[in-house]
């Protein structure tokens, strides 16, 4: 926990990085709500929409005040829905279930899950690694400043919309291809554990 920022900014930045990576665009609108349960002012629990101009929707809740540690990142496509979590030995998931309209009512047909392969390298040693090749090599890395400015600015629009009563705050990303589906994250931790991301490389090194 934190006195000096919420849980937004505190757990928040990895989800948003993680849907604009997934989806290559950036929301067109945002609204936040939470609670501030111990401290005030300070939220310990946010519940974030992020609508995009595709037609994907996604939503971010993270919380602090959970006795459980939660990581686990959700997305609904057309054909198959995909589950990442973080906490489980094997990490990723594809569930082929579908939904039949029988006599215009919806009928769930679940089918079997799946479980994919996904590396077991430990992520912050990945990620030093890879900002180390970009310093030697003078690469732009995967997630740069830009990248990192995104993030600062989807924070800042959710900040406003919780000083705001949950108003949605529009934006102006750039136009992307039509799509539809749904992305949701969900973090829950009684304790500070978070991951922090490395600096962020400029483009060139001088």
């Known amino acids: ?3 000096e920022e919420n849980i937004l900014w505190s757990f928040a930045p990895h989800d948003i990085s ?26 310990d629990l946010t ?3 992020l609508s995009f101009q595709s037609g994907v929707k996604a939503h971010i809740f993270v919380s602090w005040l ?29 569930y082929g279930h579908k939904v ?18 996904v590396g077991t390298e430990e992520p912050l040693l990945e990620e030093a690694r890879h900002f180390l090749e970009c310093v030697e ?19 800042a ?11 949605p705050f529009p934006l102006t990303p750039a136009l992307s291809p039509q799509g539809r589906g749904g992305i949701s994250t969900k973090r829950g931790r009684n304790k500070r ?3 922090r991301s490395l600096p962020r490389l400029p483009e060139k090194i001088p």
């Open 193 to 195: 554990g978070e991951e």
């Open 18 to 43: 993680v849907i604009l990576a997934l989806l290559g665009e950036e929301p067109s609108e945002i609204s936040s709500t939470g609670a501030a349960y111990l401290q005030p002012g300070i939220f």
């Open 1 to 3: 926990m934190r006195s």
């Open 47 to 49: 519940l974030t929409h």
């Open 137 to 155: 090599k003078r690469e732009t890395p995967r997630t740069d400043g830009r990248e990192g400015l995104k993030v600062l600015k989807i924070l």
């Open 100 to 117: 039949a309209w029988k006599y215009r009512v919806p009928t769930a047909q679940k089918a079997e899950t799946e479980a994919v392969a």
């Open 66 to 94: 959970h006795p459980y540690k939660e990581q686990k990142l959700v997305v609904v496509g057309s054909e198959k829905m995909a589950l990442f979590d973080d906490t489980t030995k094997e990490k990723l998931f594809l």
């Open 157 to 167: 629009a959710c900040q406003k919309s919780l000083a705001s009563n949950s108003e």
